[in-house]
T-cell receptor
């Protein structure tokens, strides 16, 4: 089954404790991206990757890091989480071609206290 | 400045009636528009799209209309079914954007009452 898998689904952590949210896709997609969803703000892009070892900032990259060492994986790293990073996070992937629809994971609900 | 706006946070319709979800955009460089549907505890899933060279695209019960001069698009669902109850996101992309990079609206929560 074609899918984007995120882990964990739920995470509660404390300020400053480094964490990683994993994302993996099995569709051989070149493009991968991270979004956060906040009430009244829709889906905002954090980082994206056009291919292996190619990453770039989205609209709200502050406080986040990513890496793309393999085509299928695109982990999101919070080196020092803060309460304003409490949010619902989605990983997505698509073919490289323009206008290809995004395939989303089921989300990771992160709470930083 | 929000480039894609869905001004109605929620919409409630009766089963069997038409649901109309609206979306406005400000960036004239956008030339491709997508609608995604999201159920609770799941990620958004692609529903239907339209290119700016068209003014209408239909897929079963779902039709998207594009009015380029007004920078407005709408999603029509006819007839509406209780299973359509979800959050609907409008998204836009342009010739100068990277593959897959879409700008999303805030979403509209549709409730279809039996």
């Amino acid at each position: 089954e074609a899918q984007v898998t995120q882990n964990p689904r739920y995470l509660i952590t404390v300020t400053g404790k480094k964490l990683t949210v994993t994302c993996s896709q099995n569709m051989n997609h070149e493009y991968m991206s991270w979004y956060r969803q906040d009430p009244g703000l829709g889906l905002r892009q954090i980082y994206y990757s056009m291919n292996v070892e190619v990453t770039d900032k989205g609209d709200v990259p502050e406080g986040y890091k990513v890496s793309r060492k393999e085509k299928r994986n695109f982990p999101l790293i919070l080196e020092s989480p803060s309460p304003n990073q409490t949010s619902l996070y989605f990983c997505a992937s698509s073919l490289r071609e323009n206008n290809s629809p995004l395939h989303f994971g089921n989300g990771t609900r992160l709470t930083v206290t | 400045d929000q480039q894609v706006k869905q001004n109605s946070p929620s919409l409630s319709v009766q089963e069997g009636r038409i649901s109309i979800l609206n979306c406005d955009y400000t960036n004239s460089m956008f030339d491709y528009f997508l609608w995604y549907k999201k159920y609770p505890a799941e990620g958004p899933t692609f529903l239907i799209s339209i290119s700016s060279i068209k003014d209408k695209n239909e897929d079963g019960r779902f039709t998207v209309f594009l009015n380029k001069s007004a920078k407005h698009l709408s999603l029509h669902i006819v007839p509406s079914q209780p299973g359509d109850s979800a959050v609907y996101f409008c998204a836009a992309s342009g010739r100068n954007t990277n593959a897959g990079k879409s700008t999303f609206g805030d979403g509209t929560t549709l409730t279809v009452k039996p």
